[in-house]
């Protein structure tokens, strides 16, 4: 039976929702007694903030970067960017990962920021026939999760930098005022799962994969976070962060355009969320991102209800991007149209380290180190 939550969007299309006797869903039970208790987007973040600024300063005043910053081109990121070098004075190894579906927009707002910054910029190019065979045996797999090969690139590039110049802070730009509900596992499942990246390969890829960067989660989550001791640090946590205010900010100093939705930086990524996920499985991630603004007052409920009437891709543009995503991957519109129809697998499909995840999750929560966790 279908239901949505009383307060936020989340409803029934997330499968392992539940609602407590008032109609209010487990993402937003988890939010007002796990996450916003531990929230301060105010004068007390601040003063975390400077101290742990000082920190990565004083680690850093010998190297050539104190911290690293994986620049998307998105909102968040690059209000992160602002706000380190600007307000914080930080000098972050900038990078950006062009796994072949920059938009132009995207483009045109990493050059506009690192420029009027005076910033260097590693780009790290993946290779094409790679990348493109990689996606394919994602799109075969029948699986949701086929934005992986480039997230997993990111991630591991960026372990790789970090390690490369023995940097100790990370800077992400993830926060809870944008990202409070997070996606379900079902969804969006774990970037980082070698097992299931590896069987899937097995399975469907075609070319060796002789130059993709890979990062194991041993690697990324053991090896360097607890015997290199690199710290991931959310500046984005510790202060009030309002989006639109954030982009009217970016507009201004650095003529940066902004975006029609979340994630829409990447050709690829606008195509799979606002198309593929919700029209083939029924997973419109706008419930997540409103439901976050909802839970954070930028937006009201009323307000997402209205927008989510709308699909999430312009119904007048969305056979030309349909061609134009099946003709970069050079296969024909019919090939991508049937992986569009196959039977739907789901991450469980495939071998997978969930196990390790979700032991990993819990001690991670136990230790105070994670407050909530991904289901
Ligand atoms: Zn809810």
Not at 32 to 42: G, T
Not at 283 to 303: H, P, W
Not at 331 to 350: A, C, G, Q, V
């Amino acid at each position: 039976m279908y239901q949505i939550c009383s307060n936020c969007v989340m409803d029934t299309t997330d499968s392992r929702i539940t609602f407590n006797k008032d109609g209010i869903c487990d993402h937003c039970n988890d939010f007002y007694k796990n996450v916003k208790p531990n929230w301060h987007p105010d004068d007390r973040g601040r003063k975390e903030l400077q101290s742990i600024v000082a920190k990565i300063k004083a680690f850093g005043k010998d190297q050539e970067f104190d911290s690293i910053l994986g620049l998307s081109g998105g909102a968040d990121s690059s209000y992160m960017l602002h706000l380190v070098v600007r307000e914080f004075g930080l000098r972050p190894l900038v990078f950006h990962v062009d796994g072949g579906w920059n938009s132009e927009i995207a483009v045109n707002n990493i050059q506009v920021l690192v420029d009027k910054m005076g910033l260097d910029l590693y780009t790290v190019v993946i290779n094409w026939e790679e990348m493109r065979d990689f996606q394919l045996a994602f799109f075969k797999s029948g699986v949701p999760h086929i934005d992986i090969p480039q997230d997993h690139a990111f991630i591991a590039t960026l372990y790789n930098f970090a390690e490369k110049y023995n940097i100790r802070y990370i800077l992400n730009g993830g926060n809870i005022s944008t990202e409070g509900v997070r996606n379900p596992m079902e969804w969006l499942y774990y970037g980082t799962d070698m097992a299931q990246i590896r069987d899937i390969i097995r399975q469907f890829g075609t070319v060796k994969m002789g130059t993709y960067p890979f990062s194991s989660i041993f690697k990324h989550k053991i090896y360097l976070r607890y015997i290199r001791r690199v710290n991931v640090v959310k500046p984005l946590n510790y202060m009030p962060y309002i989006k639109s205010e954030a982009m009217q900010v970016l507009q201004r100093e650095y003529d940066w355009k902004p975006y029609p939705q979340k994630h829409f930086e990447s050709r690829f990524t606008k195509f799979y969320e606002g198309y593929w996920l919700p029209e083939r499985f029924g997973f419109d991630t706008r419930k997540v991102q409103y439901s976050s603004l909802i839970l954070t007052g930028q937006m009201t409920r009323a307000e997402a209800l209205e927008k989510l009437q709308m699909p999430a891709y312009n119904p007048e543009t969305i056979d030309d991007e349909f061609n134009y995503i099946a003709t970069k991957l050079n296969i024909s519109s019919d090939e991508l149209r049937h992986y569009f129809t196959m039977p739907k697998k789901s991450y469980w499909d495939y071998k997978n380290q969930v196990s390790i995840f979700v032991v990993g999750a819990k001690i991670l929560k136990t230790i105070g180190v994670e407050k909530s966790i991904k289901r």
